[in-house]
């Protein structure tokens, strides 16, 4: 499913931002455009500032230099849930949601990542799967045009994860939004992106559109190509 | 790169001894007798070894180890605080020790809690506070009585002014670190979810304080407690302390030991009642509980 790239409307617009830590320049001079509702996939050996960009367009740090324009209703998704362990599930959905209204709205996004049954409980109680669900629906529950994704699934197991890629494929193509996953599972990569960027040294070394099917993506030689180019990009050509 | 492998730690053939551990369901509600056992064993809580030394002490007392006129047995002690009680002294004197501690924490209370608040939320706040509560903390509550007498004379201000100073320090600083302490990586999930000032300090970092506050009010509640008894011993003409200082000049020991119980049990009031809080207010929280 490639549909989803249509409008040309531009989502985000980087350009030629540079960030830095002390003397150690992170991003370098680096240029990066999204279009409409595009599923980016940013993938990169660790260390090679996939978050700290990822940041940079969330609005969470400023660039050394450049410009970073970005829409003003997002989201983020991190790497750990980070609910607040003293509000019960609903009440952590609705932390960004300030309306009349806020806890059916609230409701309906957990029923959409099947948790409605926990809307009541406290945090503890959850599963890291459901944890990271519950933060999925808080990113969703504002309808941004813009959800950035930091290694999200990392701490997940490998079933719960395959399943966390059905939703959020699922969720992209209901909400419309303009998707960035950072990675460094090249497999995640493949399954989810409509356009794939290997980071390196602080900037976008390659970038590969993934016109596959969601059967080819599973597998298919063209899969299994795509999955040589990009390790080979990472620095681990032939060990596939 | 390839690494050396080393020989096996077991040689082959060689069979290792394994110990092993089994593991059964724990029976949901216990059964009567073992509900029973654990009733003998600690039949009164946390309250039983301090029922044994009562008990011990009696005993003690009732074969002559220890002299009346120095411990009396926990039996005498009572009937003293009934006979108080007897002559209508024993409820107007708690009543007025009550009526100051409760006013004096109220006081320490609320200027702890604010202070502790802003200080924890805004820098200049920080700024503001923090110097004068960490110089008031490093002063001994008991060397300012002196000080409290000479600018308030020996009535009931200075009493309450004591109190309410035990009271506040402890709220500040443990509310002040509290909000501080709160994970700032929560704060930052608020702030990119779009939530407002008003919405991150009432759903982050005033939630986030709770546990804090809690220990501070723990402290503040003894603290009080502490200034009470200094305020009354010293000077007092009712109360608990005033009970006490007369028992002493007539030699009434076993006076002073009931009223010294009363201080007891106020303090062990205090702590239950923090405990009952915290049951109630930090339920979210997943804790250690010893077995």
């Not at chain 1, 399943?163 to 989810?192: F, K, P, S, W």
């Not at chain 2, 069979?15 to 654990?38: I, K």
């Amino acid at each position: 499913m490639t549909t989803t790239r249509n409008d040309a409307r531009t989502t985000v617009e980087v350009d030629q931002v540079v960030r830095r830590f002390g003397d150690r320049t992170v991003i370098d001079g680096l240029d990066l455009t999204i279009s409409g509702s595009e599923f980016v996939v940013l993938l990169g050996p660790s260390g090679c500032g996939k978050s700290t960009l990822l940041r940079l367009l969330a609005g969470l740090d400023r660039p050394d230099g450049g410009t970073v324009e970005v829409p003003t209703q997002r989201a983020i998704v991190f790497q750990g849930d980070r609910l607040l362990p003293w509000q019960k599930v609903w009440r952590n959905v609705t932390i960004g949601l300030d309306r009349a209204g806020a806890k059916e709205r609230a409701l309906d996004v957990l029923a959409e990542v099947g948790l409605a049954d926990r809307a009541n409980a406290w945090p503890k109680t959850l599963s890291g799967g459901e944890a990271q669900r519950v933060a999925l629906a808080r990113a969703l529950v504002t309808e941004p045009d813009l959800v950035l994704l930091d290694e999200p699934f990392s701490a997940l197991d490998a079933i719960t994860r395959l399943h966390m890629h059905d939703l959020v494929q699922r969720l992209h193509q209901r909400h419309g939004a303009a998707m960035l996953l950072v990675t460094h599972d090249v497999a995640e990569a493949i399954a989810l992106a409509d356009r794939i960027l290997v980071m390196n040294d602080g900037r976008i070394a390659s970038s590969y559109d993934v016109g596959l099917s969601a059967e080819d993506r599973r597998s298919s030689q063209a899969r299994e190509d795509l999955r040589g180019d990009l390790l080979a990009d990472l620095g681990l050509a032939g060990r596939h | 790169m390839t690494a050396v492998l080393e020989a096996p730690v077991t040689a082959p053939g060689v069979e290792r001894a394994v110990t092993r551990e089994l593991f059964v369901p724990v029976a949901v509600s216990p059964s009567v007798v073992r509900r029973a056992a654990g009733r003998l064993r600690w039949p009164l809580g946390i309250y039983t070894t301090p029922a044994v030394l009562a008990v011990l002490w009696q005993v003690a007392s009732k074969v002559g180890w220890l002299s009346a006129n120095l411990a009396p047995a926990p039996t005498v002690i009572l009937h003293a605080g009934w006979e108080l009680y007897q002559r209508g002294e024993l409820v107007p004197s708690v009543e007025t020790s009550l009526g100051r501690a409760g006013v004096g924490l109220a006081i320490g209370l609320v200027i702890g809690v604010n202070a502790g608040i802003v200080g924890g939320l805004l820098r200049s706040g920080e700024y503001l506070f923090n110097g004068v509560f960490q110089i008031l903390h490093t002063i001994p509550l008991l060397a300012i009585l002196p000080l409290m007498i000479v600018w308030f004379g020996i009535g009931e201000l200075n009493k309450v002014l004591l109190i309410a100073f035990g009271a506040a320090v402890p709220m500040y600083l443990n509310l002040f670190a509290a909000i501080r302490g709160v994970d700032h990586r929560l704060v930052e999930m608020a702030r990119s979810a779009g939530a407002g000032r008003l919405r991150l300090i009432r759903r982050v970092l005033l939630p986030g304080a709770l546990p804090g506050f809690l220990v501070g009010l723990r402290f503040s509640l003894g603290y009080s407690v502490l200034g009470l008894v200094a305020a009354e011993l010293v000077n007092a003409d009712q109360g608990i302390g005033f009970l006490i200082n007369r028992a002493q000049t007539y030699q009434q020991t076993d006076q002073v030991f009931f009223g010294l119980m009363i201080y007891a049990v106020l303090g062990l009031t205090a702590d239950q009642i923090v405990r009952v809080l915290e049951r109630v207010l930090l339920a979210w929280r997943p804790s250690y509980e010893a077995s």
